[in-house]
């Protein structure tokens, strides 16, 4: 069984950064890829960012596209996403998840381990 544990939400205004880390315990996941998801109140799970195991491989939703930055550090058991230019519409709980036999970045069925979520709340 694998836990992950996000880290880094908070509250910051509009234009600023902030970084989300996200930490396994239970069995390495240096052959799992990992995603970052976020969901707002009302709103369905958004797909943000994904990196493959290999950690060469990442894709990104066109709303984050150049202002999010998705990485791993398999030493550490961690992934994170580095988020700049934040607009209030980035507020939302933010979640990873794990996938263990790739199958597409999208729909979060895919996806077989998940965090319990961190709150970013971005100010105009």
């Known amino acids: 069984q694998v836990q992950l544990s996000e880290s880094g939400g908070g509250l910051v205004q509009a234009g600023g950064s902030l970084r989300l880390s996200c930490v396994a315990s239970?069995?390495?996941?240096?052959?799992?890829?990992m995603g970052w998801f976020r969901q707002a109140p009302g709103k369905e799970r958004e797909f943000i960012a994904v990196i493959r195991y290999s950690g060469a491989g990442t894709h990104y939703a066109d709303s984050v596209a150049g202002r999010f930055t998705i990485s791993r550090d398999r030493a550490k058991n961690s992934v994170y996403l580095q988020m700049d230019s934040l607009k209030p519409e980035d507020t939302a709980t933010y979640y990873c998840a794990a996938q263990r036999f790739w199958e597409s970045a999208w729909p979060p069925v895919n996806y077989d381990f998940w965090g319990q979520g961190t709150q970013v709340t971005v100010s105009s």
């Open positions: 239970g069995r390495p996941l240096t052959d799992h890829a």
